[in-house]
């Protein structure tokens, strides 16, 4: 077997490098942070959850998931409504306003990754789609360290 960190190490800078410029793409319209973002998009798939239910997902202390919540509460892009089963509980979900400005990070996101696609030979397109596959695949597959 040969040797291939330099290749691993090459691979992973490129992620971080599209994964910022993606990013920016979406910051330049709109000023959340990463976990304000990342909750929103959480919450946009999966629907209403609980503060616990958040930060166990987002791998982060209840307290800080709340300052997050809260955050985004005094934006009007989530909002708080009563647990269907435990009144002690509440749910967080989206805003019809949180849903416009979801749908608005994702779309200049994918502006930017159609733009720079576009700007490729069509043989790199098509290995570049099916890198995109594998990498989906090596995600899902919960490949720990």
């Known amino acids: 077997m040969t040797d291939r960190s330099q290749e691993v190490a090459d691979l992973a800078e490129s992620i971080v490098l599209i994964v910022r410029r993606v990013r920016a793409a979406a910051d330049?319209?709109?000023?959340?942070?990463?976990?304000?973002?990342?909750?929103?998009?959480?919450?946009?798939?999966?629907?209403?959850?609980?503060?616990?239910?958040?930060?166990?997902?987002?791998?982060?202390?209840?307290?800080?998931?709340?300052?997050?919540?809260?955050?985004?509460?005094?934006?009007?892009?989530?909002?708080?409504?009563?647990?269907?089963?435990?009144?002690?509980?509440?749910?967080?979900?989206?805003?019809?306003?949180?849903?416009?400005?979801?749908?608005?990070?994702?779309?200049?996101?994918?502006?930017w990754i159609t733009q720079a696609v576009a700007e490729l030979p069509a043989h790199e397109q098509k290995t570049l789609f099916a890198a995109g596959a594998i990498m989906r695949r090596m995600a899902s597959n919960g490949v720990q360290q």
């Open 28 to 111: 330049d319209e709109h000023d959340l942070s990463l976990s304000e973002r990342s909750l929103l998009g959480r919450l946009h798939r999966n629907g209403p959850a609980t503060t616990a239910d958040l930060a166990r997902a987002e791998h982060m202390k209840p307290q800080s998931m709340g300052a997050i919540v809260s955050s985004l509460e005094s934006l009007g892009l989530v909002r708080r409504k009563p647990h269907p089963t435990d009144g002690r509980q509440q749910l967080i979900e989206l805003t019809p306003k949180g849903t416009a400005l979801r749908r608005s990070i994702r779309a200049a996101k994918e502006s």
